[in-house]
T-cell receptor, first 111, second 111 residues
């Protein structure tokens, strides 16, 4: 069966510090991978998606970046965090346009 | 770009009563999906609708896709405390890999 792992689950970072969130998928190959952000009590905003290794599409301009160094690994990064980067970050995978399977999420607080 | 509007934003329901949440798009959709996110959790896939006018049921939940494939609804009968959470619709753009999420309906149940 397929599983998705995302870490860390929570982190508190000072403004201007770097960020790295990691997501891995097991039990499937060549998945579509996604990073979403959810502000408190709000909807899901698509940040990045990838249909293959090294292929990243960005949905919104921001100081975040994503990379896919391996087929089932998706990384969300920032060189310098802003206060507005606080939120709940969700990694997800899918087969084509099918249902999304979400990770447990990473709750980021930037102080 | 494609936007998906979801109403109401909040729904306070007395336990045992019914309610409906609606999802509307300005463009024709390829398909629509529904997710439920429990407080503090991650979104979990409920169902996908593809055909015009399609109706699907899951126990007390009834999902409907509009004839014009521009809107959808989720109706819950005899609400229970386990129904608490945020319900999101998500629309797939034609020939795309990205789901656009509505803002969600946050459901609170009064015992």
């Amino acid at each position: 069966s397929q599983t998705i792992h995302q870490w860390p689950a929570t982190l508190v970072q000072p403004v201007g510090s770097p960020l790295s969130l990691e997501c891995t998928v097991e039990g499937t190959s060549n998945p579509n991978l996604y990073w979403y952000r959810q502000a408190a009590g709000r909807g899901l905003q698509l940040l990045f998606y990838s249909v293959g290794i090294g292929q990243i599409s960005s949905e919104v301009p921001q100081n975040l970046s994503a990379s896919r160094p391996q087929d089932r690994q998706f990384i969300l990064s920032s060189k310098k965090l802003l206060l507005s980067d606080s939120g709940f970050y969700l990694c997800a995978w899918s087969r084509g346009g099918g249902e999304l399977f979400f990770g447990e999420g990473s709750r980021l607080t930037v102080l | 770009g494609q936007q998906v509007m979801q109403i109401p934003q909040y729904q306070h329901v007395q336990e045992g009563e019914d309610f409906t949440t609606y999802c509307n798009s300005s463009t024709t959709l390829s398909n629509i999906q529904w997710y439920k996110q429990r407080p503090g959790g991650h979104p979990v896939f409920l169902i996908q609708l593809v055909k015009s006018g399609e109706v699907k049921k899951q126990k007390r939940l009834t999902f409907q896709f509009g004839e014009a494939k521009k809107n959808s609804s989720l109706h819950i009968t005899a609400t229970q405390t386990t129904d608490v959470g945020t319900y999101f619709c998500a629309a797939l753009k034609a020939a795309g890999n990205k789901l656009t999420f509505g803002g969600g309906t946050r459901v609170l149940v009064k015992p």
